[in-house]
């Protein structure tokens, strides 16, 4: 891994500590001529209007895994700096893009606190922040983690916790816990344990899930200090994110083989996007899924880019496209290194058929505007409608 320019000359125990990686990232107006000092002023016009919507944070670590040119600017085609950069107006003015009106995860109903989650029987989300290591452009929460203007009437206070805790003891149905955020590494270890010590000790709650993407923004925030936490409170399960192969550091491996030096490791499981320009070939998903099983990690979800998220259109691809990649993979890669293709939708989850004509349970339509969307039952065996993306061949590997 190579130093961004702007940090060659970085102390290495800096470098290295999680903290000085989050108050040195890239994230305003003010500052993105000092990390990209060729950067045009029509450019630099832009990254402004976005920075002053939306949340945007590029850790030290990562723009390090970002290909330069020799302008020492992001290449067009570099699969990390396009999860992360700024979106123009037009690239996020699709029919299904971000509109600030729709949710296509959370509803009122399934919200007893603003913090916790209750969609599915026996198992609950909470969502203990609502800010990030750093933001992935294409978030499904939008509005509760990257829109300015709505993620900060949103924020989690002590009455909300002792709420949260108190409708889990009142439904002991819910024996699985997800602990999400934004995401929740951005806690201290001294509140993570008191979070994990409060949840064990109400006792229909059997196992505990945690979801992060912290290897990927900041790696440094995993040390032995966290694991032994997770080991102290027996954490079920890690849920991890990563988009591309690179991702997948010396740094990110040096940090798991933690768990082994503490002799106890979580299940890891592996859940990102199908995202455009990024994963959407059979070449690199095939290698994504082999590196992530070698390294004792299930690919378990891989997603399609949520609806009425921000560039939709320019990074999104369709359902039958990435119907179309997942037959090419499927007996390519070991069974279990083979995820599940699952579609969000504010009903709840649904896995995608790899059928890219349909099935008699998932129809491919249009709509009375002739944009396309999906008419599928549900986990209530309901009907109900999905947007989807127009339809391109799949992009090959060059």
């Given at each position: ?16 500590n ?6 040195n ?12 000092p ?58 299904s ?50 829109d ?162 921000l ?58 505007n ?16 999905y ?12």
């Amino acid at each position: 891994m190579k130093r961004f320019p702007l940090f060659l000359k970085t102390d290495p125990k800096k470098w290295s500590n999680w903290q000085w990686q989050e108050q040195n990232r890239l994230r305003n107006g003010s500052d993105i001529k000092s990390f990209f000092p060729r950067l045009s002023d029509n450019e630099v016009k832009t990254f402004n209007e976005y920075a002053s919507k939306y949340k945007l944070g590029i850790t030290p670590y990562l723009l390090s895994l970002i290909k330069l040119n020799k302008n020492g600017l992001p290449l067009t085609d570099d699969p990390v700096w396009n999860q992360f950069k700024y979106f123009s107006p037009e690239e996020t003015s699709g029919p299904s893009d971000y509109d600030s009106r729709h949710e296509n995860w959370e509803i009122p109903g399934e919200m007893p606190t603003p913090m916790i989650q209750h969609k599915y029987p026996g198992r609950a989300i909470i969502r203990l922040v609502n800010s990030c290591l750093g933001y992935c452009n294409y978030c499904y929460l939008t509005t509760r983690i990257i829109d300015k203007k709505y993620s900060s009437r949103k924020q989690n206070n002590g009455k909300i916790w002792s709420d949260t805790l108190s409708y889990l003891r009142k439904n002991p149905d819910i024996t699985d816990v997800l602990i999400s955020g934004g995401d929740p590494l951005l806690l201290s270890n001294s509140r993570l344990e008191q979070v994990f010590r409060d949840l064990k000790s109400i006792k229909s709650i059997r196992s505990i899930r945690l979801n992060t993407r912290a290897l990927t923004h900041n790696p440094y925030r995993f040390d032995a200090g966290l694991v032994k936490i997770f080991k102290k409170y027996n954490l079920t399960v890690l849920e991890i994110h990563m988009s591309h192969p690179v991702e997948l550091t010396g740094v990110v491996k040096e940090k798991l083989s933690l768990f082994d030096k503490a002799g106890y490791r979580p299940i890891i499981v592996w859940r990102a996007p199908l995202l455009k320009g990024i994963n959407d070939d059979e070449k690199t998903l095939t290698a994504l899924f082999n590196a992530l099983y070698e390294n004792r990690i299930i690919p378990y979800y891989l997603f399609h880019y949520a609806p009425y998220t921000l560039g939709r259109s320019t990074i999104g691809v369709s359902v039958k496209a990435g119907a179309r990649i997942m037959q090419k993979i499927r007996r390519k890669v070991p069974g279990i290194a083979f995820p599940r293709y699952t579609l969000f939708h504010v009903d709840g989850k649904h896995d995608i058929p790899l059928e890219p004509s349909g099935t008699p349970g998932f129809v491919y339509k249009n709509s009375n505007n002739n944009n396309p969307v999906i008419k599928f039952k549900n986990w209530k065996q309901r009907w109900v409608t999905y947007q989807d993306i127009k339809d391109a061949p799949c992009r090959r590997k060059k």
